[in-house]
């Protein structure tokens, strides 16, 4: 497979097209907002095999949700559950209660933020922004592990193209 271009912004890249999907469980969390990125990178070593792509990730539960937003002051996940229990109160006497009173909030709350987020892949890595990460906002009381399932489809890196590679057509060839 040829290139054009090597990594972000430059083009064209044809590679290898490749899908990988992977169910991945998330360690319980405590009712809160949630930074995962890390969390779920661990578990998708062959993620650094891409080239470019696109990573989609879904939540398989209806009482947590999945956003992108701040990956550094923990503030802001504190004051997102805040907002989230002010928008959503758990004494509003909703008709579905027979799981605990946490229960229906939760899936409201999930509406709002939704169960998927698709991300680009460059050069092997989430492109996020700068402060981005990838939360799991849990919405129950006392749940258990979260269950995302991941696919990333994308075009592989070719080892022989690499601009250090002496085959590649942006390798220096002056000694």
Known sequence: SKGSGSGLGHGLIVGQ????QRKIHLRPQ??????VTEEILRQLPELSQFAVGLMHIQLLHTSASLAINENWDPDV????EMMLNRIVPEDVPFRHSCEGPDDMPAHVKACF?????TVPVS???LNLGTWQGVW???HRDRAGSRKILVTVNGALRDPDRTPLSPNSPIAS???
């Not at 405590?30 to 930074?35: C, D, I, P, Y």
């Not at 996940?77 to 997102?80: I, K, L, N, V, Y």
């Open 77 to 80: 996940r504190d004051d997102m």
């Open 136 to 138: 799991l906002c849990e």
């Open 173 to 175: 060839t002056s000694s």
């Open 113 to 117: 933020l939704g169960s998927n987020l």
């Open 17 to 20: 097209p490749a899908w990988l």
């Open 30 to 35: 405590h009712r809160g907002v949630h930074l």
């Open 123 to 125: 050069d092997g890595k």
